[in-house]
């Protein structure tokens, strides 16, 4: 089974950033559109960010626009989020998971999904 694991979360500053990964074992990556979800306590879960299995195309949540790029490493099977300008509002914890293009060009969570990585961002 297609198994995901997330690293690079911690605790970083308000205006600062971090780099998240998600290592891929026992799929064919590229066929996979791939994506991070995020949920704080008490919040409902909240897409982030997903990119096409290519890596051509790319999507966010309004919030993380200009600050947050998700890429991807085929070669590698792992997919990034590098997280800018950070802020306390970004706390939660981030779920890497496999995707797929609907209709319309949005990306929709599927099968798939890390363990999830904890960031915390003080003020």
């Known amino acids: 089974q297609v198994q995901l694991v997330e690293s690079g979360g911690g605790l970083g500053q308000a205006g600062g950033s971090l780099r998240l990964s998600c290592a891929a074992a026992g799929c064919t990556f590229s066929s996979y559109a791939m994506g991070w979800v995020r949920q704080a306590p008490g919040k409902v879960r909240e897409f982030v960010a997903g990119?096409?299995?290519?890596?051509?195309?790319?999507y966010y949540a309004d919030p993380v626009k200009g600050r947050f790029t998700i890429s991807r490493d085929n070669a590698k099977n792992t997919v990034y989020l590098q997280m800018n300008s950070l802020k306390p509002e970004n706390t939660a914890v981030y779920y890497c998971?496999?995707?797929?293009?609907?209709?319309?060009?949005?990306?929709?969570?599927?099968?798939?999904w890390g363990q999830g990585t904890q960031v915390t961002v003080s003020s």
């Open positions: 990119i096409s299995g290519s890596g051509g195309s790319t």
């Open positions: 998971n496999t995707g797929a293009i609907a209709y319309g060009g949005t990306y929709r969570p599927e099968n798939y």
